[in-house]
């Protein structure tokens, strides 16, 4: 029972509507971002606030997927702040 309301704890988290949704229009961007998680969980990455942003020298605050999402480059990232990291979505789409 224990285990059971823990379970359903969690897949409360990851199955709220608007996660959904959000993993329904990018499933290849949620895996790749898993992977970096894992990845900072099992001591292969730092987590990107002991980083500092590329672009800009000041605390970065999440890794960039700066070679896009394919399965091969999961763990090939950039530690970006946030300004950075807009900045760069904006370019890719071709708004800047
Ligand atoms: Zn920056």
């Given at each position: 029972m224990e285990r059971g309301m823990r379970l359903l704890t969690r897949w409360k988290r990851n199955h709220t509507e608007e996660n959904r949704r959000y993993r329904d229009r990018h499933p290849d961007k949620v895996r790749a971002r898993n992977a970096v998680t894992h990845a900072i969980r099992d001591k292969k990455l730092v987590p990107a606030?002991?980083?500092?942003?590329?672009?800009?020298?000041?605390?970065?605050?999440r890794y960039d997927h700066y070679r896009g999402y394919d399965t091969e480059n999961w763990l090939n990232v950039e530690p970006v702040c946030i300004p950075c990291c807009a900045r760069r979505e904006r370019a890719r789409k071709g708004t800047a």
């Open positions: 606030k002991l980083r500092l942003c590329v672009d800009c020298q000041s605390q970065a605050r």
